[in-house]
């Protein structure tokens, strides 16, 4: 369910971005080659959802992506950009802890297939590169992730049967597929001052039962933060995924939301907010609101430069997280590494207390630890109320490699047999992970 790792590279750590590898470049021209692998090793002691009866599960998971990458150059800095890639991936072992991968799922599939216009300095009006317009195939993602954040839910051959096919090819939680399959985005100004985004995607993503929505996103950026409106529709779903996933509300849904995120002129500071409402496209769901207030506070001047945040949040019954995904690191928007990837509840239904703390003991190493507490769950009965503590490190161990362990501890509140449902028992489930990002 999540998007790679290495956007946690830009999360703090001093180190350079990896970069592709050039293959040819001119005055006007630029051609790279993009390799990217990523891997993981899990553990859980316990099983939840649809798979609750193996007694834990151990698997892996793993993708290698690869194509190419260029732009050429039309004057006045203008340019024409675009990519095409593919992605191998896979899911080994006994499957995922929520049973929605089996640990057999295998495939190879083009990714990003997608060409741009930069309007340079053609339009000064707008500013430079004010005008970005692009077709394709292609991950997009609005603010920190919150609604938008590419097309990244993998399921792999779990939920599979009765005529339904959900296979993405495994690597479930590494989220080897991200692009939206078809997409037209058009990005209006410049770095600070008024932007927009205009946009329409199709989703070819059976668990997200193929949904088409368009948008626009308004922003304002300043030096204190940056202010968004955005507004979504549902344009179309497949009538027979959204039935089977109760997702028929999204032919015909509009949702709008409103949030900032900076620092409001105090260094230290950081400030990120969302609130949401959204009204459903037929009588199966009602209208339904969520949102979320942050704040933390960074001790850049003491030793290993420590963080803190403190976050709530609250989903109605009926919310559609709809394409939520993995942006700001852990926590962003995957709430606990057990409850949102497998045992629930995922961004709707609840109400989320979030602690976190972060500290850096060298400029490629950070550290941390995450609590969640679930409550007002499953329309208000708490069968899926629980509370979740994390502990993980991050290493930058060079320009290409990225490692980061992970040990959960995962406690429900109520026993399956007596209605909660997470189906194993309420005993405590240690969870273990590690990732390994290598990019060039």
Request: hydrophobic share 35%.
């Amino acid at each position: 369910m999540r998007h790679a790792f290495l956007c946690l590279l830009a999360a703090g750590l001093a180190v350079p971005t990896a970069s592709a590898v050039e293959i040819s470049n001119s005055d006007n021209h630029e051609l790279n080659a993009d390799l990217e692998l990523a891997a993981g090793i899990f553990k859980s002691d316990k099983n939840y959802l649809y798979d609750s009866d193996r007694g834990g599960a151990t698997w892996q998971e793993g993708y290698f992506k690869y194509g190419l990458s260029g732009n050429y150059s039309l004057g006045k800095n203008a340019s024409i950009y675009g990519s095409v890639s593919a992605v191998s991936s896979g899911t080994f072992g006994e499957g995922d802890a929520g049973g929605f991968s089996t640990g057999d799922e295998r495939n190879t599939d083009l990714e990003d297939a997608y060409i741009g216009f930069k309007s340079g300095d053609y339009l000064p009006f707008l500013g430079h590169n004010g005008l970005d317009v692009s077709f394709g195939s292609q991950n997009f993602a609005i603010g920190d992730g919150f609604l938008i954040n590419g097309d990244a839910l993998n399921f792999g051959e779990g939920l599979n049967g009765g005529g339904f096919d959900f296979d993405r090819g495994g690597a479930y939680w590494l989220a080897a597929r991200k692009a939206f399959d078809k997409t037209a985005l058009v990005r209006i100004g410049g770095n600070t001052g008024l932007r927009s985004d205009l946009f329409w995607v199709e989703s070819d993503n059976n668990a997200q039962a193929d949904t088409e929505l368009t948008g626009i996103n308004l922003e304002y950026v300043s030096r204190n933060g940056t202010f968004g409106l955005m507004h979504l529709k549902g344009l179309g779903v497949n009538d027979r995924y959204a039935q089977a996933l109760g997702l028929t509300a999204r032919d015909g849904q509009d949702t709008t939301s409103f949030r900032y995120q900076g620092n409001a002129g105090v260094e230290p500071l950081f400030l990120s907010a969302e609130f949401v409402t959204q009204g459903q496209g037929d009588t199966s769901r009602e209208d339904a609101r969520a949102w979320y207030m942050e704040a933390g506070w960074s001790f850049s001047e003491q030793s290993w430069s420590p963080s803190v945040n403190i976050r709530y949040s609250t989903f109605e019954e009926d919310f559609d997280p709809l394409f939520f995904g993995f942006n700001r690191g852990y926590g962003t928007w995957f709430q606990g590494e057990v409850a949102a990837n497998y045992a629930g509840p995922f961004n709707s239904d609840t109400d989320v207390l979030h602690l976190g703390i972060k500290a850096y003991p060298s400029p490629t190493v950070a550290i941390g630890a995450l609590f969640f507490d679930f409550s007002d769950t499953a329309q208000g009965s708490g069968t899926l109320d629980s509370q979740e503590f994390d502990l993980y490190a991050e290493w930058a161990v060079n320009d290409h490699l990225f490692l980061s362990p992970l040990i959960g501890f995962f406690k429900p509140e109520n026993r399956g047999a007596d209605g909660g449902s997470q189906l194993q028992d309420n005993d405590l489930n240690t969870y273990a992970q590690i990732m390994a990002v290598i990019a060039f």
